[in-house]
């Protein structure tokens, strides 16, 4: 009996070593085949962090895991993953892998994975990585079998049982048609026998948070889908014929029946067939996001709905199948529960056909859509057809009155009030458009606001449109006396806009004239609601685009970025700008916007108590890097005004600190633009010339540091009588042109360098008289023989240091020499050195 237990007791050890030992010994095995495969089949780099391998997990079968599983291609040298799988686990059949002659995975498990396809600007997508299959066909191609050598073996076969993809995150960019989707969760539990060739394929699908944007459309957001069903598969022949199936778009309920298949040349045979089994009213309602589902609690609704759609036929690249699509609302009606007006009459037939062919010989009937709210009716149709050479047909009639509206829908925190009126149509092949045949495209009528206000939390001022009437013409949209006022600004605009509706179906250029008029702007008003509300855009996106502005390889500025397919011309005439502390009055000109440029012509305005004309652009075609070209015609500007009013004078000319006078200027300035649109000026270039009149120089800190040099405290408040100065601006460096000036009567010329950085090189070489010496100075010289005869001296003054901290510091050399003249050989030297300490 002891000897049965020893010897069970081996048996135990050596299954149990047998069992160790087995997945190391094909673990290599492993390695080589996923290297194998990845290699013939994929461009791009696949790397596995590690690989596991047990018999004890799934006995009797293989457990094999691999960690942190990656496939990425390098771009442009910058790395794009394409998926990423921290954890991957399959359950593989040993005795297939055994016989090596196919492999048989029973389950499969994806977790926590990230699956990011995208599409560039120019068309191509990150996911084909596929090696092309001649090349495929080139690679696996095995060599003939001789009679001296023997054939390789042939390639091993793989067969999967069931797949399950566990919280897998989706972000798909389509760069080039501006779409983007996003779901939060994808599970996916697929179970049947791919090894045979008829099976049962169980499919569960949960799609959680999903949202789709294209172009500024959002189309789905924050909307679950799942789906359960049994489909009959013949994997031979990849046909699918569903058998069972239990479908919701959040809680809407949804019937899908038929089959499909996979063909030869990326086609797919499809006979299809969806419904709604639910069709009241209320059930539509569930397709509302969720983030908004909570404000439809109480809601009291009425009527019926109907959706169905039929696809058949074959389904390819530029052909699409049979089509059928019927959405209907009947006679529905919405009232919220603690608002005395409701929603009614809400009638909807929409059909969607296609033929069986391209996608241009699909027609979308919208036929009837009508609401009424407060006895206020509104109602609307468009039909478009022959999508290669769209015509469009359909027209809008109503009045929304805002107030009732409020009453019916709520609008909580909201202040609503005025009146909307509409009434246009439209008829006509877009061609007629395009070749500017508007006599054979109908399209006219008008839209109307009457005495609108809108007012919420965030605005409390809110904005007023007093009046303001569109009319329609196929050309244009004639805007007339629109009025509108926001906050203590207020706008009157008249004008046209044309070729609209290429802009809107075409993405072509919208182009308009305006007058612009109005008594005040207050431009610090919209600086300080912009910045306000910044935050409250950014968590209202819809979309998880993060990577997007990431791409983007810079910051988006906060300036005005101007729309490039936008040519539009305004005319001002503007009685007062706010800007900051500046008062900006009478702005006459024209401003005109192309390619993201706004060109400036003759744009006058009084300011600063005199008057500036501005000629130039401001240009956003690169948003990144806004930028300004002007030429400046500036006549008698307060200067101490414009010291404190601008930025660039403050950096550029501290010498108009504590400063009076009038200053005129011509001048030309290009520069880069910051966040807070000041230019950045180590980008500044531009040059030159300012003349003054009644400039007084007071306080400033290079003029009491000369007055305490020659003991004169007169010369730290002067008066220049005339002033012309030439200059010139590279890259922020100042370069001041010699220029001769008297200063309290002194001639002088003054000329220099400062950088970029206010770290200043000038030198004023001044002929001072002598009664602007101290007398301490003045004793000096008395002691002087011949002195009598010295009625001036020349002194140079060199200004250093930086803009914050100037220096001062004489150059006696010419005065000296001077001395010695008149002196002649009795000047001693210890009166030199005297009068040299004097002015230190």
Known sequence: MKKVFITLAIIIVLIIVALMVIPVFFKSDILRLIEEKSSKYIQAELAIGDVGLSMFKNFPNLSVTLDDVMISKEENNTRDTLINIPYFEASVNLKSLISGNEIIINNVLLKDCFFSPKVNAEGKANWDIMVPSDTTDVKTREPEATEEEPASDSETAIAFNNIEVRNLVLDYKDYQASTFAHVDAVNLNLKGNFSETNTILNVLLSLKNISLRQGNSVWVNNTDFNWQADIAANLKEMQFNIQKNDMALNDLKLDLIGSFGIMENEKYSMDLKLNAPDTKFESLLALIPKDFQKELEGVKTSGEFQLSMEAKGEYYENHLPAINLHFNILNASLKYPELPESVEKINLKLNVTNPGGTVAQTVANLSTLTFTVANNPFNMNVLVSNLDDPTFKGGMKGVINFESLKKALPLKDITLSGILTTDLSFDGKYQYIEKEQYEKFTANGKIALKNVLFKSADFPEGISVPSGEITITPARLNLQNLLVKIKSSDFGLQGYVANYLPYVFKDQTLKGNFTLTSNTINVNEFMTSTTSGSTSDAE??????????????????????????????????????????????????????????????????????????????????????????????????????????????????PIAMNCSGKISAAMKFSSELDKEMSPIMTTANGGGSLSTTGFLIKDNPAMLQLASLLKNDELSRLSIANLKVDFKINNGNITVEPFTTNIAGNPTTFQGTQTVDGKMDYVMSMNIARKYFGKDIDNVLKAIPGADNIKSLDVDVKIGGTLSKPTVTPDLSKALKSIQKEAGKELKNNILKGLDKLFK
Request: proline share 4%; no cysteine; hydrophobic share 40%.
């Open 540 to 653: 209202a996106a819809p979309v998880k685009d993060t990577t997007v502005v990431q791409s983007s390889g810079a910051e988006a500025p906060e300036g005005i970025a101007i729309p490039k397919n936008i040519q539009l011309a305004f005319n001002t005439n503007i009685k007062q700008v706010l800007y900051d502390s500046l008062v900006i009055k009478t702005i006459k000109g024209s401003i005109e916007t192309n390619g993201g440029i706004a060109t400036l012509k003759n744009l006058s305005m009084d300011m600063l108590e005199g008057n500036l004309i501005m000629n130039g652009s401001y240009n956003t075609a690169n948003p990144a890097k806004p930028s300004v070209d002007l030429n400046l015609r500036i006549s008698d500007i307060d200067i101490n005004s414009a010291y404190h009013a601008f930025s660039f004078v403050k950096e550029s000319i």
